[in-house]
């Protein structure tokens, strides 16, 4: 059990930063300062700046808070954190990679490889 605990608590970490890193793409995509952001959603800007970090876990409210003062839904603020919303793209990827000739599957596995390499900044 011990083993258990320690694997949600890790899991439990991913998803706060995951949170975090949301937060802040879309205060930016708004061109919002975290400043903005805590004064439109009544909390305060060092707060904003400590859950973007993944430093805080924040209460539901918490996030309903930081929705509305970026003018969001809930279900828009997670639409890419939540894993359940990409077992639909993974599928697409393989379908996609199964219609093609199976000769051309070295090659696209190839490019993905050097996609995320670059991506990554590994060569």
Do not use: C, W
Request: aromatic content about 4%; proline content about 2%; cysteine-free.
């Amino acid at each position: 059990m011990v083993h258990k605990a320690k694997s949600d608590q890790e899991a439990a970490e991913v998803f706060i930063k995951l949170v975090g890193e949301r937060i802040r793409e879309l205060r930016t995509a708004k061109g919002f300062s975290q400043e903005k952001l805590g004064e439109l959603a009544e909390l305060n800007s060092n707060y904003i700046g400590q859950i973007e970090r993944g430093e805080k876990s924040i209460s539901v409210y918490t996030l309903k808070k930081l929705a509305n003062g970026l003018s969001l839904s809930l279900e828009e603020l997670f639409a890419k954190i939540d894993p359940a919303n990409h077992t639909g793209d993974l599928e697409k990827i393989t379908s996609l990679i199964q219609e093609r000739p199976i000769e051309e599957h070295a090659k696209i596995l190839a490019l993905l490889r050097a996609a995320l390499n670059l991506k990554d900044g590994t060569k």
